[in-house]
């Protein structure tokens, strides 16, 4: 099927080489994507718009694009569209962050803001620029036009590392379900609203250092617990609660015994404490400070601090993408016993090894949390 692709805005922060952010409605990509070059075509002075974009030091940028196909219905909704790239961030940031921990260096796009879309857009016409949003509705001329990527995160760019098409393509069902099917049902419903606050969670925290605050981190930290409580809602006849969460934290399959041993201690408040497993007592300490942040209860920035120097924040997103992995469907995975039995290849069984990395990854980052802290300088 021959698309005819049109751009709905730029995002000049992020430079996106892998094709498989998308689908035949809507799709994120790069300079080198055929999709990109067609919609140009399609744009009136589209590509002199692009070309006014530079950083902040005269560099030249050619920013990425959110297209849209002629095979979507109508034009998408904001709602769409933000979901959309809710589950882009989901697929690239979360895994970021698990490497930013157990590589002790950043991998990638550490923050969701690099994927945020420019408030000035080229109208159909290609005659004015557009820019409308809660704060600002205005229009102006292209000629007098400079753009510039975000001054608070670099322009980094998205490569087929960390970012994981199959976590993408399962996130994408779900969300073609919901707006492309509008089949609402409320499993999907809760995924993407979950999605939602993660990204959330995963914005830079102040624009500069010099207004960071602690009571930053209380707000993070609070709308990653949200996330993990609108996942596991079960809908209008019930409720979310801290023991729901940690009831889908203990499904998941972890292999290493340090993740597996119920040797690491959680205070669960009224002088109930109990040892339990390290992803449910990071959790736990995770909702005993955001309920301390939220209620006004005394809280310092050591609070943030775990015993061996690391902070808390480091740990939701690994914990957050095995809890998604467990919550979604899986139609690729390839089983040990069915590659054993002749099911599966050898060669099957091999990719789904591969693209399910992120595991040992994950397991990785958390253990950190109790392992002596490296020196900084090696």
Not at 41 to 52: C, E, M, T, W, Y
Not at 129 to 141: R, S
Not at 340 to 346: A, E, F, N, P
């Amino acid at each position: 099927m021959n698309l005819k692709w049109t751009a709905l805005g730029v995002l000049p922060s992020i430079d996106i080489t892998p094709t498989y952010f998308g689908g035949d409605y809507l799709a994120l990509v790069g300079l080198n994507d055929h999709r990109y070059r067609d919609a140009l075509a399609n744009g009136p002075n589209l590509l002199q718009f692009l070309q006014k974009f530079e950083g902040s030091h005269g560099e030249s940028l050619r920013p990425s694009m959110l297209l849209r196909s002629d095979a979507h219905p109508d034009r998408p909704t904001s709602e769409a569209i933000s979901s959309f790239l809710d589950i882009v961030i989901a697929s690239v940031v979360l895994d970021v962050r698990v490497r930013a921990v157990t590589w002790r260096r950043n991998v990638g796009p550490f923050y969701s803001d690099s994927f945020d879309m420019y408030p000035w857009m080229i109208g159909p016409d290609g005659r004015r620029l557009v820019a409308q949003n809660a704060a600002l509705w205005a229009v102006h001329e292209l000629d007098r036009f400079r753009g510039m990527p975000s001054a608070a995160v670099p322009v980094q760019q998205v490569g087929t590392e960390p970012a994981h098409p199959r976590f993408f393509k399962q996130l994408h069902r779900i969300w073609k379900s919901q707006f492309i099917d509008e089949t609402d049902d409320w499993t999907s419903r809760a995924i993407l609203r979950s999605l939602k606050m993660a990204t959330s969670a995963l914005r830079l925290s102040s624009a500069t250092g010099a207004t960071e605050s602690f009571y930053d981190y209380g707000r993070i930290l609070s709308l990653w617990v949200s996330a993990f409580e609108i996942l596991i809602h079960p809908g209008a006849a019930g409720k979310a609660n801290r023991q729901k969460v940690l009831d889908l934290i203990k499904t998941i399959p972890w292999q290493s015994r340090m993740l597996l041993e119920e040797v690491h201690t959680a205070d669960f408040g009224g002088g109930k404490v109990a040892n339990v497993r390290l992803a449910s007592a990071l959790y736990v300490e995770m909702t005993n400070l955001r309920n301390d942040f939220l209620h006004g209860n005394p809280v310092s920035s050591e609070d943030f601090r775990l015993a061996n120097g690391t902070m808390i924040l480091s740990y939701p997103a690994a914990i957050f993408r095995m809890a998604l992995a467990t919550v979604l469907p899986d139609p690729e995975e390839v089983t040990r016993e069915a590659a054993l039995s002749g099911l599966k290849t050898h060669d099957e069984y091999g990719q789904h090894l591969q693209a399910t990395r992120y595991r040992n990854d994950c397991e990785e980052c958390l253990v950190a949390a109790v392992m002596p802290r490296p020196p900084d300088d090696e």
